[in-house]
């Protein structure tokens, strides 16, 4: 009985550790990046604000 069940587990931990490399992150990656932009032209704005109100 014990060994079935941790033939079981040492299957469900290989298992989970295929999945991740199967992952499809590209919308994730897209997501960051955009958000950076946008934090990055958003810094940038305020800098020019900031500059011509000197």
Not at 25 to 33: A, H, K, N, S
């Amino acid at each position: 009985m014990t060994e079935k069940k941790d033939r079981n587990e040492e299957e469900k931990q290989h298992h989970d550790a295929d999945d991740h490399h199967k992952l499809d992150l590209r919308g994730t990656f897209m997501m960051v990046m955009t958000i950076g932009g946008l934090m990055v032209l958003s810094w940038f704005a305020v800098f020019i604000l900031f500059m011509e109100r000197m």
